[in-house]
Structure formats: C-alpha cells, structure tokens
C-alpha cells in the first residue's frame, strides 16, 4: 500500500529515509533513558542533573516528532514502536536501579557523543539527495552538541 | 544498594511498586504506539485523529513521569529502559506502515480498554497498601476512560 | 441502540449513572439559578454577591461537564435538556424579581447545603460500584462545602 | 418592588424588555441542548462536531448574560430559572440518548434558523423603541448565522 | 488651518462633530469626578466601590480617545483641555473633602442617568449625517447603562 | 449547486451579496498594495510608516475574513481569487520599485478615501436589506477612517 | 469630619500634603493636555510623537494616582475635580486646533521642564517632614526626566 | 457563638476538625522552618537547595490554606497564630544563625519524614468520617512524599 | 533609482532576486486560493479542512513577508500586487462558488506539489550565488512539504 | 561562625540588621495573623476583608523575604523561626475562634498603625548607617500605609 | 588544560573556532556602539532610531551568547573580556558625545555592511570543516542584512 | 554642542555625570566578565553557576541603559564603546580559557565587593547634589549587594 508520493525521486528517497529512521530511534531511545536518569538518579547533585535531564528529553522528544513526521513527508513510514526502538537501538545506556549523579553525567557525555557521530554520518550522507532534510539533521545536531558539552563541563572531579 | 528509604512497610512497599512499575511500562508503551499512529494515520479523518492521539501521547507521558517519580519516592526504582518496555508492554498494538484511520480509531479502543481493566485491579489491589498511590491511579483511570469513550463513540460507520 | 460499551459490571454501571446523573441536574440547575440571582440581585451588597455567584456559576458548569462526560465514558447517556432540569430539579431556588441581598445570601446557603447533602448520599452509594466516579463527587464536594462556607459566614446581621 | 427605574419610556421600555427576556429564553435553552449533543454525539465526525458545539455554547451563554443584563438595565427583571425555560423553550430540540452526528448536524442547522427567524422580527420591533438594544441583537445574529453557515456547509453527504 | 479633510458633508460634519465634542467633554469630567470618588470614599463599603469606580473611570478613559479620535478623523478637532472641561462639563459631581460610600452610589446614579440623557439625544441626532458615528454612541451607552444599573442595585438600605 | 440556504429574501440576499463582493475585493486588493508599499518604501519615515502599513495590512486581512465569511452565512459564495482581485480592485494602487515614504503617505490617504466612499454608499444600500450586514460595513468604515486621518494628518510638509 | 487619622504630626502633615496636592494638579492637568495633543497634532512625525505623548500619559496617570492615594493615606483629601484642575493648574499648555508636530515636541520639553522644576523643590520641602513621601516624589522625577530628555533630543531641526 | 453550622454529624467534625488543625500547625511550621533554611543556608550547593526550599514553603503555604479553609468549611474554626504554632509545632527545626548545606538536606529529610507519618495517621482517622478531607490529606501527602525524596537523593556524599 | 545596495554581485543577486520573486508571487497566489477554500468548502469534513486550510495561509503569508523582505535586503525590489500576482501564479487553483471537502483536499495536494517543484528548482539554483537565500528556501519547502503530507494522508475514500 | 562578611563597618551593621530583624518578625507575624483573620471573619463584609486581607498577607510575604535577604547580604543572619516569632511579635493580634468582620477591620487599622510606628523609628535609626536598608524600609511604609489607609475608610458604622 | 573534547578533527576545530571568535567580537562591539547610539543619538527621528537600534543590540546579544556557546560546544574556549573586544574590533564606530540621527543611521549602514561581509567570508570558510557552524552563521548574515536594509531604506535626504 | 540641557546646576551636574559615568563602565564591564565566566565555566557546579552568571548579566545590562539614560537626561553624554570600557574598567577580571567553577565563584565575590565599594562612595557623593541619581544607585547597591550575599554563601569548601 503506498499512500503518501514522494517528491524526491526513489534513491534520494531510500537514502534519506533510512538517515530519518535511524536518527527516530536514537531520539525515542534517548527520550527514554534520559528520562530513566532523571528518576533514578542520587547523589550531591541530584536536583540540577535531574533538571539538566528533563532538557534532553524535550529535544529528543521535539525532533523525534519532527523527523518523523519528515520521514512521512517524503512518502517513507516512520517506525517507532517499542519492539523496534529495543531491537536497533545502540547507544550507551544506564544500568537498572539507583544511578550515582556522577556516573550519570559520564554517562550522557558518552551517549550524546555518540549519538553525534551518527548524526555527522547522515548529514554527509544527506547532503545531495536531500538539503531539507539535511538541514532538519544539522540543527539537532547543534543542540545535541551543546547538550554534550553542557555534560561535559560538568563532568570534572571536585577540588582535592 | 538501598537509597531512599521507603515510607511504607516492605510488603505494602512491594504490591505498590508492582501495581506502579506495570503502570509505568503500560503508559510509555502507550506514548510510543499513538505516536506511531499519530504519524503514520492516514484516511479522511486523519487531522481529527492526528490531533486526537497527541492527546493521547501527552497524557501517557505526564502520567508516566508522575508514575515514575511516585516509585522513588516509595524507595522503588522505576524501570522504563527501552528493552523493559518491549518485553514487558502487552497491549494491543499497531502493524508497521500506513494505518487506516478507521482502523487506528478501533485500535485505541482496544488498547485503552485493556490498560483501564488492568489499572482496575491495581486500584482494588493498592487500596488498603497505599491509598496515596491509589489516588493516583484513580485519577489515572478517569482520564483515560474519557479517551476510550470518545475513540468509542468515534468508532462507527458512515450513514448508508 | 448501545453505542459505548461500559468497563464497568452493569449493576455497578447502574449505581453509578444514577448517581451522575442525579449531580448533573442538580449542577445544571443551580448553575441556572445562581445566574438568575446574578441578574436580579439588588441591595448594599449586589457587587460582592453578584461577583461571588459567578464562582457558583463557573463551578457548576465545569463539573457539569466533567459529569456528563464521565458518564458518557461509562456508557451511560446523561440527560441535561431543559425539560429534564425542570422536571427533576429539586433544590431551593429564588422568585420571580428582583432580589434582596441578603436573601440570596441565604438562599445559596440552603441551596447549596441541600446539594451537598445529595452529594454525600452518593459518595457513599458510588464507594464499593466505581471508585473513579467516587473521587469525582468527593473533590465536588469539596468545592460546594467551600462555597457553601463563604455565603454562611456572609449571613449575617449587621451590628446593632 | 420597582428597584431599577428605567431609561426608556414605559412602552418602549415593554417591548424591548419582550424581545430580550424572549431572547434570553432562547439562548440558554440553545446552551443546555448544544451540551446535550456534545455529551451524546456519536458517530464518525463526533471530535469534530463535539468541540464545535462547545462554540454554539460559549456564545449562548456569553450573550444569555449580556442579554439579561441589558434587560435588568432597562429594569425588566430577566427570568432564566429551569422552569421558564422549560415551559418557554420552543426551538427544535434533540430526542434522550446517543445522537448520531449526521442528525446532531441537522437539528443544529433547524434550531439555529429557528432562533435567527425570531432574532430579524424583533430586531425589526426594537429599532425604534431602543437602538442600543437593538444593536445587540443584531451583532448576536450576526454570530448565530455564521455559526447556521458552518453546521450548513457540513451537511452534505459522502460522496458515493 | 484646515488640515484632515472631512469624509462628511460639511452640515453633517458639524452635527457630529457638535455630538462627538460634547461626549469627550462628558466623558474626561466623568474620568476625573469617579477618580475623586474613587480616592475620598469613605464607609463599610469602601473596597467595593472603590474598585468599581475604576471600572467607571476606564470606560471613560477609553472612550473618551475614541470619541476624539473618531473626531479628529472627520477633521473636526476634539478639545480635551481643563479649562474646556471645567467650563463645559454640567453633570453632577462630588463635593470636595471626604465623601460617605452611600452617597457617592447615589450621586454616580445621577451622574451616569444624566450622562446617558444627553447620549440619547446624540443618537437621534447623528442617526442620519453619520451612522457610524452613531454606532460609537450607541456602544458607549450601552456600557453606561450597565453601569448605571449597578450602582442603582446596590442605592438600597440595610434591613431594618 | 445551491449549497447554503440563504436566512434572507432573494432581492435582499442579491444586494448585501454584491455589496461583501465589492467589499471583499477592496479589502483583499488594499492588503496586497499596502504589503507592497511596506516593503519597497524608501526615506527617512520608512520605518515608522513600515509599521503604520502593517497595521493597514492587519485590519484588511481580518476584514476580509469576515465580509467573506458573512457572504457565505447568506448564502452567496465569495470570490477572492488572484485574478478576480486584479479585474475588479479599481483603488489608486503604487507603482513598481521603490517609493518614497511621502508618496506612500499620500497614496495611503487617497486609497483609503477610495475605499471609504464606496463603504459609504454600501451602508446607505444594505440599510433595509440587511441590518446586520450593514453593521459590519459601518464598524468597518470606522477602522479605514481611523487610519485615513492618520496618514492624512502626517501629509505635511517639513517646516521651511 | 476626621476620617482617616494621619500617621504624621500635623505640621509635617500639613506641609507633605500641600507637595502632594500640588503634584496632583500638575499630573492630572498633564494628562489631558497630552492627550490633547495626542489628539490633534499634524506633521510628518505625527506616528512617532502621537504614540510618546501615550507613554507621557500613562506616566501621568499612574503617578496622579499614586499621589493621591499617599495624600489619602496621610489623612489628607485629595483634590482632582476639574475646576480644582482648571484653576490651579499653571503649566505651558497647547492651544486649540490642530497642532504641528514640532510645536508639540517644544511645549513638552518646556512643560516637563516646568513640573520637574516644581517637584525639585516638592523634593527638598518633604525630605524631613516625610521620607516616604519624598521618595515616590523622587521616583516620579527621575521618570519625568527622562521624557523630557527624550522629547529635547528630538526638538532639532532636519539637516540643512 | 457558633457560626458556620457542619454538614457533618458532631463526633465526625471532631475528629475531622482535630486532623485539620493539626495539619495546619505542621504546615505552617514547615512554611517557616524552610523559609528560615532558605535565607541562612551555605556551602557549594547553596543556589540548588536555596530554590529547592522556596518549592517546600509554596507547597506548606498553599495547602495551609486550603486545610484551613476547610476547617472553616466544617464549622471548626482554624488556629495558625504565632503562639499557636509556636506552641504546638513538634518537627525537627533548624538551630540560629548559618547552617550548612548538606545539613539542611538532611534536616529537610528527616522533617519532611516526620510530617508524613502524622499525616498517614490523619489518613486513617478520616477514612470513615470524612472522605473529603482525607482525599485532601492524601493529595497532601503525595506532593511530601514527592518533595522527601528529592532531599533523601540528594543526601549523599562526594565521592571519595 | 537604485535606494539599496546589494551585498551580493550583481550576477548573484540577479539569479537570486528572480528566485524570490517567483517565490513571491507562489506564496501570494497559494495564500489568496488557500482564504478562497476556507470560505467555499462544503461537504462533511468542512471543520476540519477549513481550520487546516487557515495553515497554510499562515504559512504562505509569513514566509511571503520573509521572502520579500530578503529580497529588498538584497537591493531587489519585491512586487507583490493584484495585477502581478494574477499575470504571473501559474498553480493549480479552485473555480469559482461552493467546493466539496474532497475536492479541495486533491486541489491542495496538487497546487502544494507543484509549488515544492519549482522550489527544489530554486533551492539547486541558490546553492552556490546566495546560501542565505537558499537556506530560507529550504526552511519554506520543508514546512510545505509537510502540508503537502497531511492533505495526501486526508486524499483517501471511506471504506467501502 | 563567620561566613558571610558585611559590605559595613561593625557598628553601622549591628544598627541595620537590628532594624531589619525586627521588621521580619513584624512581617511574618503580620502574615500569620492576617491569615488567621482570613479564615475566621465573619458577617455581611466577609468577601470583601476575606480578599483585601490576602493582600496584607502578600505584601507581609515578599516584604519578609526581602528583609530577611537584606539581612544576610549585610552578613547578619535572620530568624523567623516560630518560636522567634512568638516570643518579639508584640503587635495587635486577633483573639481564637469566629471574629465579626467589624473587628477585624478594626484590629487591622490597630496592628498597621503599630507596625508604621516602629518602621517609621527604624527610617530614622537606619538614616545614616546604610540607606540602601532605609530605602527598603521607606518602600515597606508606603505600602503598609496605604493598605492601613484602605482599613480605616472602611471602618465606618452604618447610615443610621 | 583541555577540558571539553571536539566533536570535529582538530584543523576542522581550528578554523570553525576562528570564525566564531571573530564573530563573537563583532557582535560584542556591535552590541555596545549600537547602545552608545541608543544613548546619544539627537535629532527629529531620535524616538524611531533609538527604538531601532535596540533591536540591533538584542541581535546582537542573542547571537553573541549563541556564538560563544557554539564555540565551547567545539572545545574552543570563547574570550568576550573588554580588553579583547578593545583590541580586535574594528568595525566602523561612533564617536565620543551626541549624535546627529542621520549620521547614526549612516554609521549603521556601514558597520552591518562591514560586519556582513567578515560574515560572507566566514560562511565560505566553515562550509566544509563544520556545516553546523556555518548554519549559524548563515542565520546570523539573514538577520543582519535585514537591519542593514532597514537602514539603508532610511539613509534618504527629506524632500527639497 | 550643547543639545540637551541638565535640570541641575552645573557643579552639581559635574559631580553626578562622574559617579553614573563611572557606574556605568562598571555594569558593562561586569555584563561582559560575567558573560566570559558564564561561557567558559567547568566544574560539578557548572550548571548552577552558569545560571546564576546570567542573573548578574541581566542585572547588569538593565542598569546600565538605566543609568546611562539617568546621565542623558541631565545632558551629560555616557560613554560605553569598547574602548572607553578597556581603558576605565578596573574590577577583577577572568583569565583567558576555562574557568573552574570554584574560582568562578570566589572571583564574582571579589568583583561585586570592588563595585559596591564604589558604589558607596557615589551614593555619598551624590546625596546632596541629585537625589534622584542617588535613589537609582541605592536601589542598584541593594542588587549587587544581594547577588554578592549569594556567591560568598556558595564559597564553602565540602565537607571533609
């Protein structure tokens, strides 16, 4: 059943939607698992990464939303369902349980680094078949970048 | 490793926190379905159920967190990792692709029914354990019954 | 016809949209009645009441609605036309005409304790069929009792 | 008990306090059966009609009040109590139990013409005897006919 | 110096240009006498009237600018000046020094009613050289006459 | 294909029709040219009458909306397509390329005095057929004359 | 008649009070002739000055408001009828008619100058007597000031 | 003098009424006891738990109210002045003067503990007599609940 | 005359300019045909489709104003008028008098179709001369697409 | 334990923060029993002083935490704990139980008037030592005595 | 001491960071000239430029703190310290005392020009390191040449 | 050119320019080290400290317009272009590249001292010659003094 044409020709297409998809499961994985941290997390810092978490998950869930409904657009149907978010997705992710603010912070560093490899990959990949969606790939990459870095100054011992 | 001290007794601790972990799973699940549906819906209805399903979506995910949140703090560790959610969620769920509308339309009412009669046992079950956390699930249970009607009086064909 | 079917047992189901039913007429008329008091009030105190009636006002027609709803959700049709109110309408209302003030002060008193009243018969007939609709009554029931309080502290004579 | 002395002359004053106290009854007779249909609508285009019916709604009620108000302004006392309404109410109304959307289309486009026929005669009756009056029967009509438009344009059926 | 040209014919201009200065006249003493009121009351009723002065003296205020300004558009130019004021504005107003609750909802009876008088006469005479014009008016005494009416609702005694 | 029942005569529907026709088509085309002087102003006001013109612009798009949805609640199907507006809009229009704040200033005054003079022969036609109508077209010309004094009272010469 | 007790000794009162009345009067007559210029000013920069003479007015009311209440709140009367206003009020002020645009930027610079000269001495007459009055005295100069500073910095000829 | 007459039999009121009164003196001891953390508090976490306690005092203030008012409502009138409180107020309270971070986390904890299984207690008690004021108490204690475990997170040493 | 110097060589700004403007004139034309379906639509989904169609002339207004003002920005004079639009909007576009539901929705999946053709056209043609330009392109096809999306997902029939 | 060191030399400290500890306790007992009066007050005028005396509980609210604040910017640590406060609040105080609406005015104007006279010494300690405290306090007065002004215009028997 | 690690190899790092500080200069600088001018600029357009050139520092602002962050999100620490805005800006800029409006408005022109073209370069350059950044920066020229337009446009001598 | 004259004598005027020039170098200076501090800060604490740099930026920015405006409006030129700042600028300042929270905190308490020591001084200085200059710098002494409180209570090592 095909139901939405697209307007980009059937390669550009393939190519483009296969970037939107796996950056959907990144983003609803990362919803989650940061989510899971703003739970479980303890620790001195409690509060402020508790917060600080709640931000990424508005991101991940914002571009999820919009990448998906991109995917649609271009005639490609978006799949976000649990079964496949736990089979693809592969980022670093938290233990079960109470979680050590500390090892939280390291933690989003390594997920959100990684997740940006990936996103650098697409936007190379996307650059001649797409430029819209390469310009939706670009500017989450932008605040995932500013995300991690956040992470990243914090993560930094006390003074001895 | 025992973080938060619970305020209940340990048997009353353990039935809430199974009655509030089982709600948790099926509240995300819930999220990540009508988002599916939200974006791969389409028929002639499609903006009105379009529009429907995000409210479906934002009381999955409000309720969630508030699910979550009430685990800590009874000194139980929520678990809404991706690979929990996928073997533990049950409720019905739709195919992959393009969905029909009339089809998403009975889907809801499925799901929704078989997540109210499972927090129907969990409100009989934590009545006398924890009246706080059954109050939760009481005003739960309200919400999503209004969903499941108007999905219900939705659910019904064209004049012939 | 049967259109939505109930999640409830249908004696429960029974109990329970009697009960609603019962508060929806009751809700709707006094919202009536506390407008045409609104309207026709006169004396020193008509801009402090006639403001204070609108609160009634606004706290019937929101759970008036929430009523009808729930028991739309439960499978049973509310009832709320002009014919039914005028027929089941039982609590104490105003004349004809302009009105004393402190005459609808009194009034309200009455109106709302008879409401009240209804309402504590049915929190405790709703307590075993569906605690969902239970909770419902019981946070009305808070509202009323509160509004109730302020015309009674109102009634009163001026020193002598 | 004559309390608000009024700015008109005695029979201007009569007729103009006729077609308003007449409007009234219309009005909030026009609210409770708009709610009637938004709590018992069913069918495919029930979201869509559900929430259209609470705009009938607001109006009905913004203007029952301006309506009354105008009225004990000119000192004529307004009279909106259930069994006024119930024994003057005379547009069509819908039957007990669920109503199927085609049908709630169709009464609202019967009931509103009704109401706008009695609007024209007695913005017709009060253009001499108080054009303040008059002035807001006419912006009242103007809202009920773009409101007759809309259930109008809507009522038509699938195309076969 | 004749600067903005008049949309009107010149009879017509000076009819309403007569209308529209007299109402600006009206309106900035009832500004300034309700502000007086508003400052000096004195009695048990203090709060309440003290707001509702307020209410007065933003209607005034707002439509005495768009009274001027409806002025200045058919090029008549509007005189809003205390000397202008203070020997044109004949309505009945405070006197100096503390005034009594009781009294001053009488005299804002009397103002508001002898106000409203001289409107009507507007209206009759700007009916033909300038409906819209006439429109303005007829608003604005609308909104007196709503005034009026509440502080004649409240010009009562205590039970005795 | 007779779609929307008109609630006026047919002679009476024709006349209102084809005066919210004109009007629409003015409205629509004022909208365009004041967009266009907005963006290819030039001088030392361009700023200030950038801001003015918007205003212009704003007023126009909201009316157009509610002449064209009137015209339709009676019953007659308003046209507003491109090259419906370039066949009947007949108002002193700007030419290409840039234009000199005082030229804009005076174009502005002569349009809008364009404008006003056909509105005022179309309230003097919809009088009888129509009152409701008419009242939309005089709210209407009050809001372009508004407009027309202000760029007419900044016509003027530099002092020499 | 004694109302409201003051919390000054009499000579303090007496001198506090005579600062304030004074103030009222320049900002009540301040207000209208703002607004009278607002009204009727003519020129090229008509949209610019139109909209700083509002800014101008709102100052003034809110300050003549505050004023008033302080006089009220130390047991003084205040007094803003307008014969009060129209004989004491002694400030540069615009003539009848049309106004050109750089005439009313000269009569608010001298205007402001004149009242920010009174209240400096207001200022000095207060600072014993009473701090608290003083210091609403010294937060409405620092704001006149600045309008002043404002209106002088446009008061200069175009380039030659 | 009784005033406000109970919709609840006598030996309900008094069990009723004696929860209410406890839980405001605890509520408003807390508001203090947190605002006195919030002004004194040092140390590296100081911003974090300076805004973390403004949340406890919104929570302790708010629900004071609404507990007190609901005493009202029942005919018990509410005591929450300085020697009431001072007298009957048993929670761990902070000591005079500077107080170290990480010891007003736990002190928050250990407060925050007590005043929940008093409020549990209250639970039980108002089960049977009043339905409504335990729903009040079991929103109550969730929102502590919520707020306990934050502090009890945030309880826990650097690493070392 | 040339007023505004571009900062791009003429070779540039002329391949950009002319992408602009025909941009400009797609965007008018669409927001002008997309108010004559929102007013004309008939037909069961009429709510639905006449509040989607206000999106899209939200759309094509406000990115009409950012294209035009990027092109004054860049010394090409924008133009925008009736008889530009009509010589020059070559998009699929409604007739004339009422339009049922269906129709409009494959009207605007066509008349959106074509507009993102000429815009990819454009986007490749500003690539190199003006990413400025081009990237505000990209922005409008990346919303337009996305219109385009949700009136094809609406282009099915019922089930049959 | 010296943490936070004073921007003021010893002497000019212990003189400041001895004013601003006294001020808060004022403050936060004012609070307490102006709450208490909120609760109990009854008679005709309960609204109306049930809602001003919010207002004394605001203004008494952020005043304290500004004093307290200043407090410890000047290195001086605050106390408002309840034992503090019971023991320095020596301000008027309303008795247990019901209180009539009369009294509490009359109480009202009695506690203001106490708490101005001990501000109003503490203006004139604090003159030298450190305006910035003194200017605080100043804005404290202005509020306060405003708010007693209001109180004692209400205090006002009947018309007999 | 590295402390935040680069998402971008380290040539790719060093040109990216070269731009974004030279861009970080330039709008600091900009930032501060364009409130100089804000504060000195005199003459007959003083309140429109005053008012403009505020837009022109929140540009300014927003993006500089947008820049910076960029650069850290890169591990290139940013230096925004007055003696390095001193040092390496060298846009054209105001001088020392009141400014002519027409002179302001010429001076813009030039330093937006000047800054667009460091800008137009940068984008060049970044275009192949960091697509990211450069995204930025293109958003940053769009905005920019906007103003400079805005500018240009009132760069006009007054008619002669 | 001397174009806007000062509302103070001339020595007077000399003295006040001196103390706002030399407070507004201040504010700049501190807007840009606490931006630097802002973007370059590592350490745990980096969110917290990051947040609270942005207060004393948005403090330090509003006061600074405030005060520069304060300087115009009595004619005396303010000077905050980079260079002026770079030269007169002596409050501790950052050193180039990241920044470890701890020393973040310890410069800004530093750094707030120095300017509220100089501050001080300026109020001294101004007491007689303008006491409106003065009263803004009280009120700006009061912030900085309550943003230095809040560094220096953070300024504690952990607990060992």
Redesign the interface.
Known sequence: ?T???S?LPDPDRDITGEALQGTLVDL??LS??A??AH????????????L?LDEVVDTA?AY??TV???????GV???????T???A?TLP??K???L???DVVRLMVETL?AA??RL?AR?AATDRPD??SQ??L??L??EL??Q???F???D????S
Chains 1, 2, 3, 4, 5, 6, 7, 8, 9, 10, 11, 12 share one sequence.
């Open positions: 059943m139901v939405v044409k307007t609803l994985g989650l698992i989510k899971q739970w479980n997390i303890v620790g001195p810092r409690f509060r402020s990464v508790h600080q869930r999820a939303d998906a409904e991109r995917a649609a657009a271009l149907t978006p799949d976000g369902r649990p079964e978010i736990a089979a997705f992710s938290p079960d349980g109470w050590r603010d500390s680094e940006i490899g650098r936007i430029p819209v310009d939706l670009i500017s990459t932008a970048e500013k991690r870095w956040m990243a100054a914090e930094w011992p006390n003074e």
